[in-house]
């Protein structure tokens, strides 16, 4: 079974900077895409960032692109979890939200496994 449990979140000032991790665990993760999404109060859920674990490959949504990087995080990854980073700069009071981590079925970019989500509260 699948378990995604992410961390880091906080709070923040304007311009300043969080890191959020995700250990997923339950499966090799060699052909899964694993991304980002979070959703502020009273929106829907949106994409944030993706990386394709096999060959690294990254997209990122234009409101976070140049502030943002999604990366694995080799330097924690053992044969049963797998971990991912989401380094958060030059944050903004509209980057607020609940931060989920997710990740697809194998060799496809549909997202069907979900953490349970971390509060970023970037203040102006």
């Known amino acids: 079974q699948v378990q995604l449990v992410e961390s880091g979140g906080g709070s923040v000032q304007a311009g300043g900077s969080l890191n959020l991790s995700c250990a997923a665990s339950?499966?090799?993760?060699?052909?899964?895409?694993m991304g980002w999404f979070r959703q502020a109060a009273g929106k829907d859920r949106e994409f944030v960032a993706q990386?394709?674990?096999?060959?690294?490959?990254?997209?990122?949504?234009?409101?976070v692109k140049g502030r943002f990087i999604i990366s694995k995080n080799s330097a924690k990854n053992t044969m049963s979890v797998t971990t991912m980073l989401l380094q958060m700069n030059n944050l903004k009071p509209e980057d607020t939200a609940v931060y989920y981590c997710?990740?697809?079925?194998?060799?496809?970019?549909?997202?069907?496994?979900w953490g349970q989500g971390t509060q970023v509260t970037v203040s102006s």
């Open positions: 997710a990740a697809s079925r194998p060799y496809s970019t549909d997202f069907v496994y």
């Open positions: 339950g499966r090799t993760f060699g052909s899964y895409t």
């Open positions: 990386i394709i674990w096999s060959g690294g490959s990254t997209d990122y949504s234009d409101s």
